[in-house]
């Protein structure tokens, strides 16, 4: 069932742009909600966003002013009258270039519920100029008489009010226009030039239709603007490229859901190879919550254990976790003379022959997650390789169960970590030189594992993944909670004035 979105605004065209573009920014980056930041799973969304009351203010606020900048001038239809006054006969009127040209909003703020999104602006007033033009003929004498001018016009109190239907469509966030109405409330009306006091008056009787003027181009930009957010929604990828080979599956799950103090949306969120099938996770527990102890928080995202998954298979499928290893700290082990007393049938076949170590993952990482440790296992394989001359001789295959236990922290707008070994197991896989002694290897599997494995991967859990944040965004004050299955992060947010120009007039031109 579709959701109905309520917006109520004071000034037409600050109105317009704000509710749409808070809607088109929060659609992109998908949420999940309780009256505290809490987030609940489902079987198919896996990453979630809980934007809260502070989040949405800040939202509009940043919004109003870039929309009010980004909207002005806006131009009002020519409005002409012909009335006959006493001793003068048929007058003709004429206004024109009626211009919007300032908006001034004073309060405004979000209300949510569970049927709805209240925004209200109060003590909004709107600024007009215009040109003016009057002629008349008398029947006391045959001639024309005309004037012309500018004028000046000031709307105070004006209101205006939209209601949104906001669900999901084959994946993508439909928007639809239930109602939009605009009402103005007071129009105050100033002439220069000509003999503007004399006619005062008579453009005083235009209030009425200058009014109508501008209830109706506001209720049009509205409608208008809603038409070109829905193609907008519907028009966004389904997928977010992570890199050539992986992206994250952006696509929108279950209906938006609206409580009084938050808002929320559910993507899949798992990550796989461009353009191929989605691999499916289940999650362990369908009734855990997370939630963030500062409730004020403006922002919660929620990520399951499987989007973690979801990168190492994602990466594992593409044929990436695979390298070989020809420096390390203690190079006399990538010597066949360094092993000489470990495996002497190596040293024996191979004497002081170079070696390298060809390491490649058998399966993907597993990553559990609890509410006081990060644990993730790794399989691999180690392939011992025999350098002579310009060949390469693989001589035996050791098979490694690595148990490590992680840590997680943000980086900028990244999800960045590291893990530290606990402990691993290994087995001879197949050998080309015998049986081999694996106790005596398994020290220096461990100091391989310590000086080379864990520093590249680590080097590359540094740099993280990115949040689902739009460029521009910064999240700020950040902490992490995890739960049974979920890592939450809790942050509030800032908007950097480097991307201002760049990213946020693009999206409000977009719109208008």
Excluded at 209 to 229: H, M, N, P, R, Y
Excluded at 428 to 451: A, C, D, E, F, H
Excluded at 497 to 507: D, F, G, I, M, P
Aim: aromatic share 8%; net charge negative.
């Amino acid at each position: 069932m579709a959701k109905i979105v309520r917006l109520f605004f004071s000034c037409p065209e600050t109105s317009m742009a704000p509710p749409t573009i808070v809607l088109l920014l929060i659609a992109s980056f998908f949420i999940s909600t309780q009256t505290h930041l809490q987030v609940q799973a489902t079987d198919d969304a896996f990453t979630s966003i809980v934007i809260s009351q502070k989040g949405l203010d800040f939202l509009k606020d940043l919004l109003i002013t870039k929309a009010v900048s980004s909207i002005i001038p806006l131009q009002l239809p020519q409005i002409s009258k012909s009335t006959r006054i006493p001793f003068l006969g048929n007058v003709n009127m004429v206004l024109s270039n009626i211009t919007i040209y300032g908006i001034d909003v004073g309060t405004s703020y979000f209300k949510l519920g569970d049927d709805g999104i209240d925004i209200i602006a109060s003590g909004t007033t709107c600024n007009l100029s215009m040109s003016w033009y009057y002629s008349y003929s008398t029947w006391i004498a045959p001639v024309v008489v005309s004037d012309e001018g500018r004028a000046s016009i000031q709307v105070e109190g004006l209101e205006v009010g939209l209601t949104l239907g906001l669900g999901i469509q084959d994946g993508t966030l439909k928007l639809t226009l239930k109602d939009c109405g605009c009402y103005v409330k007071d129009i105050s009306i100033k002439l220069d030039g000509g003999a503007s006091w004399l006619y005062q008056g008579m453009i005083n009787a235009f209030e009425e239709q200058i009014g109508s003027a501008v209830e109706t181009s506001v209720t049009k930009k509205l409608k208008d603007g809603i038409v070109k957010l829905d193609s907008l929604l519907q028009a966004l990828p389904k997928e977010m490229p992570l890199d050539d080979n992986t992206s994250l599956n952006v696509t929108f799950v279950n209906d938006p859901v609206l409580s009084n103090s938050s808002i929320e949306f559910e993507v899949n969120g798992l990550f796989a190879r461009r353009n191929a099938s989605v691999s499916k996770y289940h999650n362990k527990d369908s009734q855990a919550l997370v939630s963030c102890s500062d409730s004020s928080k403006m922002l919660g995202i929620s990520l399951d254990e499987a989007v973690f998954n979801s990168v190492g298979a994602a990466y594992f499928n593409a044929e990436f976790m695979q390298w070989i290893v020809d420096k390390i700290p203690d190079q006399s082990f990538l010597n066949t003379a360094g092993w000489r007393f470990i495996v002497p049938q190596l040293y024996k076949k191979y004497p002081n022959h170079d070696m390298d170590l060809n390491v490649s993952l058998s399966s993907p990482p597993v990553v559990r997650i609890t509410e006081h440790n990060i644990d993730a296992t790794i399989y691999a394989d180690l392939i011992i390789d025999v350098l002579e001359e310009n060949r390469v001789i693989p001589v035996a295959c050791i098979s490694l169960v690595i148990h490590a236990s992680g840590s997680v922290k943000i980086s900028g707008n990244n999800l960045a970590g590291s893990i530290k070994l606990n402990d691993f197991s290994m087995s001879l896989k197949w050998s080309n030189i015998g049986n081999l002694r694996l106790y005596l290897i398994q020290p220096v599997m461990w100091t391989i594992i310590q000086t080379v494995f864990l520093p590249y991967v680590n080097s590359h859990l540094g740099k993280g993944f990115p949040l689902p944040i739009i460029h521009g965004f910064t999240l700020q004050n950040a902490e992490l909670v995890c739960s049974s299955s979920r890592i939450m992060v809790c942050s509030d947010v800032i908007y950097s004035t480097a991307s201002r120009s760049q990213n946020l007039n693009w999206l409000l031109h977009s719109f208008v």
